[in-house]
């Protein structure tokens, strides 16, 4: 079992930046892909980032790129996803998800956290 509990967000204006964490409790966590998915309201959840499990390689959708930046840690047990350039269109709630499989799918990854807000002013 894998336990995810993300931090990090907040009330941001346009521009601005904000850097969410993602900390892992529970054995094994270094050996999972690491992704960060989204959720505005009224619309289905939509991948983001995602990291493998040695960091070695990432993928970003196509909206944040050069902008969204996933890290992990792997001895801290922690994922990190640092946001700059924030727009409007980012705000939703940001969910980490941990999975054997480096994919966008949401419906494939094993362990989700509760989330955390992000809310982008213009």
């Known amino acids: 079992q894998v336990q995810l509990v993300e931090s990090g967000g907040g009330l941001v204006q346009a521009g601005g930046s904000l850097r969410l964490s993602c900390a892992a409790s529970g054995r094994t966590f270094s050996h999972y892909a690491v992704g960060w998915f989204r959720q505005a309201p009224g619309k289905e959840r939509e991948f983001v980032v995602l990291i493998s499990w040695t960091g070695g390689r990432t993928y970003s959708a196509d909206s944040v790129k050069g902008r969204f930046t996933i890290s992990r840690d792997n001895a801290k047990n922690t994922v990190y996803l640092q946001m700059n350039s924030l727009k409007p269109e980012d705000t939703g709630v940001y969910y980490c998800?941990?999975?054997?499989?480096?994919?966008?799918?949401?419906?494939?990854?094993?362990?989700w956290g509760q989330g955390t807000q992000v809310t982008v002013s213009s």
């Open positions: 998800a941990a999975g054997q499989i480096e994919q966008r799918n949401p419906r494939l990854y094993d362990y």
